[in-house]
């Protein structure tokens, strides 16, 4: 899908429109026959395939979308132009479905982070805390930290939400919670992921500290992405 390599003339444009119609036809029909499958139906060396697959649709996803603007600004008045403009709009979101239904299958197979994930390095559990304190506030109990190293640089913060002993949440004390990463860390970006514990079946539950605030993160998401299966649960395994 978008997988067109980057220059084309503009007398490429219906053939990248009609080539696009009929990957995103072909990907949205994939999404629903996985969506229909249970985890015993479902092949793993076919959805490791798909995956890796719509890794590659991605990054020609990006090229196309390039290409897109190059024909805008030297063609702009290109008949099939916003046509193509509609498709590539809808590239993202059938992806991140089919991505979505496959990391289900995953995970209720039990397969979450038994293989780095197409476009992600091995993270590596550089630090387990079961009482990380903050701050010095009388609010601000200590609570579990755990620290996954992407690479030499980038560090993702797994916060929990809550101290066993109360006070101020993690999301609540955000400000204080990122100014001790960076004392403690300073040579490495970090990114902040608090947690809460799951006791039911919703398995745990996981939010970003974003632009806007914090913004949910599925649980099998995290699980993938940091090979966190003895640590983390997701609700697609209940």
Excluded: K, N
């Amino acid at each position: 899908m978008g997988c067109e390599p980057s220059g084309l003339g503009i007398e490429m444009l219906p053939v990248a429109v009609a080539g696009l119609r009929a990957e995103l036809s072909e990907a949205r029909g994939l999404a629903q026959e996985l969506a229909e499958m249970t985890p015993e139906q479902a092949d793993s060396s076919w959805c490791d395939q798909l995956e890796d697959e719509y890794h590659d649709v991605g990054v020609g996803h990006a090229t196309m979308t390039r290409q897109l603007a190059r024909w805008r600004l030297d063609h702009p008045g290109a008949p099939g132009l916003d046509e193509l403009a509609e498709l590539v709009a809808e590239v993202e979101p059938v992806r991140q479905a089919l991505l979505q239904q496959l990391a289900r299958l995953r995970c209720r197979r039990g397969a979450s982070g038994t293989r780095v994930l197409p476009g992600r390095t091995e993270a590596e559990l550089v630090r387990d805390d079961p009482e990380w304190t903050f701050s010095d506030h009388p609010d601000h109990r200590p609570r579990a930290l755990h620290l996954w190293r992407e690479d030499e640089t980038h560090l993702v913060a797994v916060v929990a939400a809550e101290s066993p002993e109360g006070g101020a949440l993690t999301a609540e004390a955000r400000s204080a919670v990122v100014a001790r990463l960076r004392e403690e860390h300073p040579d490495c970006e970090i990114e902040l992921l608090v947690w809460t514990r799951g006791c039911g079946p919703g398995g745990d539950r996981f939010a970003r500290d974003a632009l806007l605030g914090f913004e949910p993160v599925h649980a099998h998401d995290v699980i993938d992405r940091l090979g966190a299966g003895r640590y983390y649960r997701c609700g697609c395994q209940t």
